[in-house]
C-alpha cells in the first residue's frame, strides 16, 4: 500500500476499557459509534471513521484526531476516562465491487527488566526508610510515576519534577527542559521564550494533546529527559 495514493479510508476504533454503557448513541456519516447489546442494555465497543480522500499517512493522523476528539466529548459526557485503540483501517474503493485493502495495527506492550542486585542496605536508601533524605524520597516517587505511567505528557512531567529537584529551577540543565513542561502546563503560552520555543517544536504556542503530530514532536523528547533523570537517581543509589 502506498502511503502517498490518495483514497477515502474508514479506520476503526476499538473501545478502551472494551464496552463502555451507554443510554443510547446518536452517529452521523463520518463517524459511526457502533454498539452491542450486553443483556441489560447497550454498550459502545468501537468507533468507525471515514475520511475524505487523503493519502494513508494523513488519514491515520487525521483518523486518530477525531477519534482522540470523541474520546474527550464521551469522557466529558460519561464522567469517566475512556479512549480509543487503532484496530484497522480500509482503503475504500471508488467503485462498487472493487478491492478493499486493510491494514490492521497490532498494539501491545512489553515491559522489559534489568536483572539488578536489588541492596536495600545501601546508604541511600536507608536514608529513605529512615526519612532523613526526602529529597531522594521525592525524586524515586517521580521517577517510579513517569516509569509506570503510558501517557507520554506525564512520563516528561514526572521525569522533569526529578530534575528540576535536583538542579533548581535556574539551572542550565533544568532549563532545557523547563520549556518543554510549560508548553504541557499551559492552556497557551505567553512568555516570550517559552512561546518560541513551542512555536518552533509545534509551530504554535499551545500543545494539543489530540494530535497525533503534537503527541509525536512530545515522545521524541522522552529519551533525552528520561536520561537525565535516570543518571540522577542511579548516581544516588550507588
Known amino acids: 500500500m502506498s502511503n502517498t495514493n490518495i483514497s477515502e479510508w474508514m479506520a476503526t476504533f476499538s473501545c478502551v476499557p472494551e464496552k463502555i454503557p451507554v ?3 446518536v452517529s452521523f456519516e463520518s463517524i459511526n459509534l457502533v454498539t452491542e447489546s450486553n443483556g441489560t442494555g447497550i454498550v459502545l465497543v468501537s468507533i468507525k471513521i471515514k475520511t475524505p480522500k487523503l493519502s494513508f499517512i494523513e488519514a491515520v493522523n487525521y483518523s486518530k ?7 474527550d466529548i464521551i469522557s466529558s459526557m460519561i464522567g469517566t476516562g475512556v479512549s480509543f485503540s487503532f484496530k484497522q483501517i480500509t482503503e475504500l474503493p471508488e467503485t462498487p465491487g472493487q478491492f478493499e485493502k486493510t491494514t490492521f495495527f497490532q498494539i501491545g506492550y512489553q515491559t522489559s527488566f534489568r536483572l539488578e542486585v536489588i541492596d536495600m542496605t545501601k546508604f541511600s536508601i536507608l536514608e529513605v526508610f529512615s526519612n532523613k533524605n526526602a ?10 510515576r513517569a516509569l509506570l505511567s503510558s501517557d507520554p505528557i506525564n512520563q516528561i512531567k514526572e521525569f522533569y ?3 528540576e529537584d ?6 542550565n540543565r533544568t532549563k532545557e ?13 505567553e512568555n516570550k521564550a517559552s512561546k518560541s520555543y513551542a512555536i518552533s517544536t509545534t509551530g504554535k504556542p499551545y500543545f494539543d494533546p489530540s494530535a497525533p503530530k503534537d503527541l509525536e514532536l512530545l515522545i521524541a523528547h ?4 528520561k536520561s537525565v533523570a535516570e543518571t540522577i537517581i542511579k548516581g544516588k543509589l550507588k
Do not use: M, T
Not at 484526531?65 to 474520546?71: E, S, V
Not at 522522552?222 to 529527559?225: C, T
Open 23 to 25: 443510554a443510547n448513541v
Open 65 to 71: 484526531l477525531l477519534a482522540n476528539r470523541c474520546a
Open 135 to 144: 529529597k531522594l524520597a521525592r525524586q524515586l516517587s517521580h521517577y517510579r
Open 161 to 163: 519534577l526529578v530534575i
Open 166 to 171: 535536583e538542579y533548581g529551577r535556574n539551572d
Open 177 to 189: 527542559f523547563r520549556y518543554l513542561r510549560n508548553l504541557l502546563s499551559h492552556s497557551e503560552l
Open 222 to 225: 522522552i529519551p533525552k529527559i
